[in-house]
């Protein structure tokens, strides 16, 4: 039985969690007609600077059906679905998140590349990657030259009586029915294969929230461009049976976690953690 607890996921950078690797099951070469654009999108990945893709830790198996996640550590799952259609599920403790893929109808079955990411082409000009990292997971879109759209649907499926609402920084949050923030989306990036930044904005509309990056008006943007939302754990500490929770988690020493505990209770408040950055820890009413 899991331990309730407060949960909150912030849309920003990997989530953060220790991760039982699945068995490898890398696709077999020349055997799907996306082969070439699979391997287009690991080289995009493999374009992107260490500050913004973590290396995933292993090829993974995607999901067959949504019965079983790919990856699991007893506090958090997730699952990467073999058909992009039923989309990315997260879940960590009583709380959980579905997020649709840009253009899922279009795209092919998971294929598992050799650098671990899963990629979902597209036989047009974007494809999804979704990339499993020790602390969960990353989506992307990969934009692979200027005929591509500028928009990016994640259509999210959140629990009843949440609500997506844009913030004044330009990200977005879910909060619950009594206005308690549930999951961040901290302003989108998107980059070029030369590492330069490609103007993204997001648009919220009711539990879709669509990234849009304009590239078709540049005019040096060098393809492919990498879009990415994605998620990092948010935990906020309400009761001393938590700490352990939050520290095995987020994948921090107990000590650290007791530490922000006596730190903010002396203040009358609580500790909320998070992966973001690393680690990064204040204190919250």
Same mark, same amino acid.
């Given at each position: 039985?899991?331990?309730?607890?407060?949960?909150?996921?912030?849309?920003?950078?990997?989530?953060?969690?220790?991760?039982?690797?699945?068995?490898?099951?890398?696709a077999?070469?020349?055997?799907?007609?996306?082969?070439e654009?699979?391997?287009?999108v690991?080289?995009?990945?493999?374009?992107?600077?260490?500050?913004l893709?973590?290396?995933?830790?292993?090829s993974?198996?995607p999901?067959?059906?949504? *019965?079983?996640p790919?990856?699991?550590d007893g506090?958090?799952?997730?699952?990467?679905?073999?058909?992009?259609r039923?989309?990315?599920?997260m879940?960590?403790?009583e709380f959980s998140?579905g997020?649709s893929?840009?253009?899922?109808?279009?795209?092919?079955?998971?294929?598992?590349?050799?650098?671990?990411?899963? *990629?979902?082409?597209?036989g047009?000009?974007?494809s999804?990657?979704?990339?499993?990292?020790?602390g969960?997971v990353?989506l992307?879109?990969?934009?692979?030259?200027?005929l591509?759209?500028e928009?990016?649907?994640?259509g999210?499926?959140?629990p009843?009586?949440h609500?997506?609402?844009?913030t004044d920084?330009?990200?977005a949050?879910?909060?619950?029915a009594?206005?308690?923030t549930?999951v961040?989306?901290e302003?989108a !990036?998107?980059?070029?294969?030369?590492?330069?930044g490609v103007?993204t904005h997001y648009?919220?509309?009711g539990?879709?929230?669509?990234?849009?990056?304009?590239?078709?008006e540049?005019?040096d943007?060098a393809?492919? @461009?990498?879009?990415?939302?994605?998620?990092?754990?948010?935990?906020?500490?309400t009761t001393?049976?938590m700490? @352990?929770v939050? *520290?095995? @988690?987020?994948g921090?020493?107990?000590w650290?976690?007791v530490s !922000? !505990?006596?730190t903010?209770r *002396?203040?009358?408040k609580?500790?909320?953690?998070?992966?973001?950055?690393?680690?990064?820890?204040r204190c919250v009413r």
């Amino acid at each position: 039985m899991r331990t309730n607890r407060t949960v909150g996921i912030i849309i920003a950078g990997a989530l953060a969690a220790t991760m039982v690797t699945a068995t490898p099951a890398l696709a077999e070469e020349g055997t799907s007609s996306y082969g070439e654009e699979d391997q287009a999108v690991a080289s995009a990945l493999g374009n992107l600077g260490e500050g913004l893709l973590q290396h995933p830790v292993g090829s993974q198996s995607p999901a067959q059906d949504n *019965a079983n996640p790919v990856m699991s550590d007893g506090y958090l799952d997730v699952i990467i679905p073999a058909n992009a259609r039923d989309g990315v599920s997260m879940t960590v403790g009583e709380f959980s998140l579905g997020i649709s893929l840009p253009n899922a109808a279009t795209s092919a079955p998971a294929s598992t590349l050799e650098n671990g990411a899963v *990629a979902f082409a597209s036989g047009g000009e974007s494809s999804n990657a979704v990339v499993p990292t020790e602390g969960g997971v990353r989506l992307l879109s990969v934009i692979e030259n200027e005929l591509a759209s500028e928009s990016y649907a994640y259509g999210l499926s959140i629990p009843a009586g949440h609500r997506l609402v844009a913030t004044d920084e330009g990200g977005a949050q879910i909060i619950d029915a009594q206005g308690v923030t549930k999951v961040v989306f901290e302003p989108a !990036w998107a980059r070029d294969a030369n590492g330069e930044g490609v103007p993204t904005h997001y648009i919220v509309e009711g539990t879709t929230l669509t990234q849009i990056v304009e590239h078709q008006e540049l005019s040096d943007v060098a393809y492919p @461009v990498v879009a990415d939302p994605l998620p990092l754990v948010v935990i906020v500490v309400t009761t001393i049976a938590m700490i @352990v929770v939050a *520290a095995a @988690v987020l994948g921090v020493a107990t000590w650290i976690v007791v530490s !922000w !505990w006596n730190t903010c209770r *002396a203040m009358g408040k609580y500790p909320e953690l998070s992966t973001k950055n690393g680690f990064t820890a204040r204190c919250v009413r």
